[in-house]
């Protein structure tokens, strides 16, 4: 239609604003998920030094073995999540990006 703004002016985004806002969402949650990764991955070393040996042997020690055992399996599957998430975010960033 004549004597319209073109889109971007004063209405709708245009698909390289668009690009570019999806692009820096992206970013950011890949800084993000980066940040959660690594805090994961700290919280896994925190459990996994915290082995108690085996130099007692009390039930209550056994329950708690076990509960870092459980700990360090939720650490270890969220940091597999996490790693498959940024590997999500990358491609979505290498398609944005490419095209």
Do not use: K
């Not at 004597?3 to 985004?13: I, K």
């Amino acid at each position: 239609m004549q004597g319209l703004p073109p889109a971007g002016l004063f209405g709708d985004p245009t698909d390289a604003e668009r690009r570019a806002e999806r692009l820096s969402a992206l970013r950011e949650q890949r800084m993000l998920l980066h940040g959660l990764r690594d805090e994961v991955g700290l919280a896994s070393a925190a459990v996994a030094a915290a082995d108690l040996g085996d130099s007692w042997q009390s039930a209550a020690h056994r329950d708690y073995a076990a509960r870092l055992g459980d700990l360090a399996g939720d650490l270890c599957r969220a940091g597999r999540q996490l790693d498959d998430a940024l590997d999500a975010v990358h491609t979505a960033i290498s398609r944005l990006t490419a095209g």
